[in-house]
């Protein structure tokens, strides 16, 4: 066991603590470092509890502190007081008492505690002889202490005795009683509780709100009497428009799409082609009378006989030029040829069967060389033919008849629904399943071993704002009915209906029906604004009074809800025909 513990005091903390903490410590002397303004002993009775507590549990309790205003609280209760840990232990003078106590003194050599430097200051005392001594010392000499002759509540005095007969008198020896057991109130459990209640309080708060003020809902049913009323109107769709034109009856129209493609699977080719390469050679050009100079275009035929009688094209790869021929202007007016430079050709199609020697027999179709003009070919080489596949039309044909059509319904049903999600209503009338493109992935008479076909179809449909169909039918119905005592209970453009007349560029024309409820006029807003606060009672007798009311219903939820709610947003008015449908 050391000889000694510090402990330092927060400011806050209460004389139960503090008495916990020296009862806890597993030291002989406890030395308490006061903050400044230490509020919680300037009481007597804090100081003579903390004492009290000390001598029960055989503890010597040191103050370190220097503030002047505890010291005569210490001596009152005789409670040693350092000015800090470096200085030597001494009780200040009582000011009930004339006589000054003597400075704790540990350097008294007794039997059980020798070689205790009783000189030291407490911040170095160690060893248990000194902790013998200290014992020794005040463990013999402390006092009982007694409670004042005022209440438990004051400060506590030493002397309550009956100043006659010297002896303590019945409520001395009673708060005697008390003072050496004392009753240590446990403020951690205090302020437990309190935030507990305050918890307490605050959920049953809540739940009221909750219960009375959120809860709590009416629906107030109004069943009247009811006609209907039918519009038949022409209405054009058009896509351009941005606003609705009432009197020529032309609605903003969404233009909904929808493109499916498909492709078919592989289809291998039955198609022929010869390919290869063609056979190059030159052509050379005699002019033998003409003194003008001829151009030879780029592309110009030549033709010869080949083996077999067939006839072999050649056509020039470049432009070339045939001079003049030089002729005398006198007798005996004679010309002299003149020849070409060698023009390149090449055979118009691939194929072995080009390849031919020099030749004198070539022709051309080309006017601007007919006449008195020789051809003479080289030899024509290189050209090389091969059979290989290729697209033919029934291959294509084919590829479409494997391919997978959508269902058309499925597309119509997944138009209306993205025209819905939108907040359009889908005019089922105008859907149109457009016609197929097919692209096949290779053109006929192309080299291909295979090909496949892609699908293209376009889905449409035209969707309008159900507002603008409103407004429409009742511009309609307002005109056949007494505005004054009668209203559109229900316009019925939600469940309109439409049959296509015609289809244009950009726009639908379609003829509409629709059945419109009307009856007395009633304003749900104003109704339910009216009933705030108010028994069913005093609802229905209001309510009932309009004329073409034939019944009104009011019903609370939850059931403990006895009155209409002062919030109009928790009040629900539903109007009915008089058969109980909804409006």
């Given at each position: 066991m050391n000889n000694k513990d510090v402990i330092y005091i927060d400011v806050e903390d209460e004389i139960t603590q503090i008495i916990e903490k020296v009862s806890s410590s597993k030291s002989k002397i406890v030395a308490l470092v006061l903050p400044k303004r230490a509020t919680v002993f300037q009481s007597v009775v804090n100081m003579k509890l903390l004492k009290r507590k000390a001598s029960q549990v055989h503890k010597q309790v040191v103050l370190v502190t220097s503030e002047p205003g505890l010291m005569p609280l210490a001596g009152a209760v005789k409670i040693h007081v350092a000015k800090s840990l470096q200085d030597q232990p001494e009780i200040p003078p009582d000011p009930n008492s004339e006589e000054d106590e003597k400075p704790l003194n540990l350097s008294d050599d007794t039997k059980e505690d020798k070689g205790l430097d009783g000189s030291k200051p407490i911040g170095e005392l160690a060893g248990l002889a000194a902790v013998g001594a200290v014992v020794s010392k005040f463990g013999a000499t402390e006092d009982t202490i007694e409670f004042d002759n005022d209440a438990i509540g004051g400060d506590m005095g030493l002397d309550d005795i009956d100043n006659e007969s010297k002896k303590p008198s019945k409520k001395s020896k009673k708060l005697n009683k008390l003072a050496k057991n004392p009753k240590i109130p446990n403020f951690d459990k205090f302020r437990k509780m309190l935030i507990l209640g305050v918890l307490l309080l605050l959920v049953l708060i809540g739940l009221y709100i909750f219960c009375f003020k959120v809860l709590p809902k009416a629906t107030i049913v109004v069943q009247t009497n009811t006609a209907s009323l039918n519009s038949d109107l022409t209405l054009t769709l058009s896509q351009s428009n941005q606003n609705l034109d009432s009197a020529n009856d032309t609605v903003p129209a969404k233009f909904q799409t929808i493109t499916k493609t498909a492709t078919s699977?592989?289809?291998?080719?039955?198609?022929?082609?010869?390919?290869?390469?063609?056979?190059?050679?030159?052509?050379?050009?005699?002019?033998?009378?003409?003194?003008?100079?001829?151009?030879?275009?780029?592309?110009?035929?030549?033709?010869?006989?080949?083996?077999?009688?067939?006839?072999?094209?050649?056509?020039?790869?470049?432009?070339?030029?045939?001079?003049?021929?030089?002729?005398?202007?006198?007798?005996?007016?004679?010309?002299?040829?003149?020849?070409?430079?060698?023009?390149?050709?090449?055979?118009?199609?691939?194929?072995?069967?080009?390849?031919?020697?020099?030749?004198?027999?070539?022709?051309?179709?080309?006017?601007?060389?007919?006449?008195?003009?020789?051809?003479?070919?080289?030899?024509?080489?290189?050209?090389?033919?091969?059979?290989?596949?290729?697209?033919?039309?029934?291959?294509?044909?084919?590829?479409?008849?494997?391919?997978?059509?959508?269902?058309?319904?499925?597309?119509?049903?997944?138009?209306?629904?993205?025209?819905?999600?939108?907040?359009?209503?889908?005019?089922?009338?105008?859907?149109?399943?457009?016609?197929?493109?097919y692209t096949p992935t290779a053109a006929i008479g192309t080299q291909a071993n295979s090909i496949t076909v892609t699908e293209n179809v376009m889905y449409s449909m035209y969707g309008v704002k159900e507002g603008d169909i409103q407004t429409l039918i009742d511009n309609n119905v307002n005109l056949q009915i007494n505005s004054a005592t009668q209203s559109i209970l229900d316009s019925g453009a939600s469940g309109a209906t439409f049959s296509l007349q015609s289809t244009g560029t950009g726009s639908d024309q379609v003829t509409m029906q629709a059945s419109s409820t009307i009856g007395p006029k009633l304003n749900a807003s104003s109704i339910a604004s009216e009933s705030t606060g108010q028994k069913s009672g005093d609802i229905k007798s209001t309510v009932s009074q309009i004329p073409g009311v034939t019944n009104v219903t009011v019903k609370y939820s939850p059931f403990w809800v006895s009155s209409t709610p002062k919030n109009v947003k928790k009040i629900t008015v539903v109007i009915e025909k008089a058969n109980g449908s909804q409006l």
């Open positions: 699977p592989s289809v291998n080719t039955t198609g022929t082609k010869v390919i290869g390469t063609s056979a190059t050679g030159t052509i050379t050009i005699s002019n033998d009378q003409d003194e003008s100079t001829h151009d030879v275009p780029q592309g110009t035929v030549f033709s010869v006989q080949g083996s077999g009688g067939s006839t072999l094209d050649y056509a020039t790869t470049q432009e070339g030029t045939v001079p003049a021929a030089t002729c005398l202007n006198h007798f005996p007016f004679t010309c002299s040829a003149q020849k070409s430079q060698p023009i390149p050709v090449a055979s118009t199609s691939p194929g072995a069967q080009y390849n031919i020697g020099p030749s004198n027999s070539y022709t051309t179709s080309y006017s601007g060389l007919q006449g008195n003009f020789n051809f003479s070919g080289s030899t024509m080489a290189n050209g090389t033919s091969e059979n290989v596949q290729a697209v033919a039309q029934a291959d294509i044909t084919s590829a479409q008849n494997q391919l997978t059509t959508p269902n058309s319904s499925q597309m119509e049903q997944q138009l209306e629904s993205n025209l819905r999600s939108e907040g359009y209503i889908p005019v089922t009338a105008t859907y149109v399943a457009g016609t197929p493109t």
